[in-house]
């Protein structure tokens, strides 16, 4: 669980420069170029930063779960 905490935290760190600079080099305003529902050519790299966000924080969440003595189950339910 910690080593895909940290692949995802690494990851959107990467994505994340690498999209600020793309702003940058843009002159686009910081709202308007992270808007989730813009039809940007970074649109999907906006979303994705979005995904490993709530990602990490699911992680986190498990960990805060076992860390208080939880059952940790990260297979889906047979249900």
């Known amino acids: ?6 692949a995802v935290k690494e990851e959107l ?3 994340k ?7 940058k080099a843009a002159g686009i305003a910081v709202g308007e170029f992270y808007h989730a529902r ?7 790299d906006v ?3 979005f995904m490993l966000r ?6 986190m969440s498990l960990a805060e779960g076992w860390s208080r003595g939880d059952i940790i189950h990260l297979a889906p339910s047979a249900d």
């Open 1 to 6: 669980m910690w080593s895909r905490y940290f």
């Open 13 to 15: 760190a990467g994505l």
């Open 17 to 23: 420069s690498s999209l600020e600079d793309k702003r």
């Open 38 to 44: 813009s039809e940007s050519e970074h649109a999907g």
């Open 47 to 49: 979303s994705r930063t």
């Open 54 to 59: 709530r990602e990490m924080e699911f992680l």
